[in-house]
């Protein structure tokens, strides 16, 4: 198995302050990968960096594509479609109007139409609420807009920034059902950050925890989970 | 009666100018949380450049879209030289920029076209429209022109692709970057736009106010009075706030005592102190929080 995303040496940078020091990952194509820690660990920085959201240095190879030297833009046009903490809704605009901006860099029409159908039979709360202005929806609406919104890019890579945030337990597990869903049916490859350890492990096949800034473990989810040490010292439950 | 109908009818004619500048400036206001003071300047350019054309022969509709054309490209070109590379810098920075701008339009013009006051051609005429002494068929075709201009924006904004991604860039711009929008392009596109829709209000009000460097000074404080009374991150408010201020000074011309055509202007500028005072977002505008 080739790796979809190479990730060597990457250091981020807010202003002054050094966030990252040196992390180096790999994603394989089509695996659900979870990045761990405790916050202020770096994992809203390492994603922000695979989008050149934030000033880093290093290299971040996407199928053999150098994404250093690119646009946020183009490197989302590459396929890659990033949830970002808080949602990123468009909130005063419409629940269908957020879906097609999701596919707004796509030029097939007719298969927006479709996609957009799609995503109200996977998601029929955002079908009933179609026209409705998408600030108005509840947190976890909104978090079902936000990965339907990064689905209308028909993306190979999605990152998502904890989707748990703010959400209702039973809610978190319908949406990591419906992402082990999009994993294994729609083969897309996914890179997600959470705080919520333990939902994350039972969800993802592999599993990297990050310590200021470092990769400081990273294994099988199982291992990972099941690993005394790891879990108080990282993990914290 | 009849004198209160034929304001309002005045006043909603030149209200119509006050609309376009007003949304102009909002536009850019929307892009680059800026107020553009050179707003004004674009626009009598721009009429200067249609005046010049008609002076070459071009018949006035042709004249008017080569000028629309020409607007547009100079409002992206004055956008990618100058207000791209200052980016984030302060507001100072930004203002210095404008009055820059301002300056530097105002100067070329004089130069080119000299100072004397020149007679700009209505396309509509003078005569009474329809036959009635309330409002003249050059006042009419302003108000039908800003209409058109407005249905034509509203249908762009609602129903283009690329009206959604400007939308978006501009009320979201980093979820607009994640969803693969080149925001950079928006806001060039933004300010051709705005040059535009500034050069359509220089053409319509230069029958009224003559064609002069300065003619723009005094219609783009309505212009700004307009968008702080509608909302500055409406463009639907700033469009009423232009039909709201033209009616406004009409009236207040007429029947406060004292003020007549001189203290006219001093009025839009009270206008923009008591919105500012007593509601800051503008009667359509909404509050904007922003993490510091």
């Known amino acids: ?237 | 009666m009849e004198l209160l109908l034929n304001q309002v009818l005045a006043g909603i004619a030149t209200g119509a100018i006050y609309a376009c500048m007003a949304l102009a400036v909002v536009m850019i206001y929307q892009a680059i949380d800026h107020l553009n003071f050179a707003q004004g300047e674009m626009a009598m350019f721009s009429t200067f450049i249609a005046w010049q054309l008609l002076q070459w022969g071009v018949p006035y509709w042709g004249a008017f879209v080569i000028t629309l054309a020409l607007s547009f490209a100079g409002g992206i070109v004055i956008e990618r030289a100058l207000f791209k590379p200052l980016g984030n810098a302060p507001v100072l920075t930004h203002v210095a920029g404008f009055i820059a701008l301002f300056a530097i339009i105002n100067s070329v013009a004089g130069l080119t076209w000299d100072f004397t006051i020149k007679q700009f051609p209505s396309p509509f005429g003078s005569s009474p429209f329809l036959g009635s002494q309330l409002i003249s068929t050059h006042q009419a075709g302003m108000i039908g022109v800003t209409l058109v201009l407005l249905l034509l924006l509203y249908f762009f904004f609602q129903f283009t692709r690329i009206g959604l991604a400007m939308r978006a860039a501009a009320a979201q711009p980093e979820s607009a970057r994640l969803v693969g929008i080149n925001t950079s392009w928006m806001i060039a596109l933004g300010w051709g736009m705005a040059a535009a829709i500034g050069s359509i209000a220089g053409m319509l009000i230069a029958p009224v106010v003559f064609l002069e460097p300065n003619m723009m000074g005094g219609v783009l404080i309505y212009g700004f009075a307009a968008a702080v009374l509608g909302g500055l991150s409406s463009p639907f408010g700033a469009v009423v706030g232009g039909f709201l201020v033209g009616i406004f000074e009409n009236l207040a011309g007429t029947y406060i005592p004292g003020v007549g055509n001189e203290l006219k202007l001093p009025i839009a500028l009270a206008l923009i102190v008591t919105v500012l005072v007593v509601k800051p977002t503008g009667l359509f505008g909404r509050a904007i929080v922003k993490r510091v």
């Open chain 1, 1 to 237: 198995m080739t790796a979809m995303l190479n990730v060597r040496d990457l250091r981020a940078y807010y202003g002054q302050v050094q966030a990252l020091h040196g992390l180096e990952f790999d994603l394989q194509e089509g695996s659900l990968t979870t990045l761990l820690g405790a916050n202020g660990a770096g994992k809203t920085t390492t994603l922000r960096a695979i989008c050149n959201m934030v000033r880093s240095t290093g290299s971040i190879e996407f199928e053999g594509t150098k994404l250093s030297s690119r646009s946020t833009e183009s490197i989302v046009k590459l396929g890659i479609a990033h949830v970002p903490q808080g949602r990123g809704t468009f909130t005063t605009m419409t629940v269908e109007e957020n879906l097609q901006l999701g596919a707004i860099s796509r030029k097939d029409k007719k298969a927006i139409t479709s996609d957009i159908d799609r995503m109200y039979a996977h998601f029929p709360v955002l079908k009933q609420r179609h026209t409705q202005q998408a600030g108005t929806l509840s947190g976890g609406e909104q978090q079902m807009l936000a990965v339907a919104r990064a689905l209308m890019l028909r993306p190979r890579l999605m990152l998502l920034d904890e989707p748990s945030f703010g959400l209702a337990p039973l809610v978190v597990r319908d949406l990591f059902k419906i992402l082990g869903k999009i994993n294994r049916e729609d083969k897309v490859t996914i890179l997600v950050v959470e705080q919520n350890a333990q939902l994350a492990l039972e969800l993802a096949d592999k599993a990297y925890v990050i310590e200021t800034g470092r990769i400081v473990m990273s294994g099988k989810a199982d291992d990972i989970a099941n690993n005394e040490d790891v879990r108080k010292s990282y993990l914290g439950y």
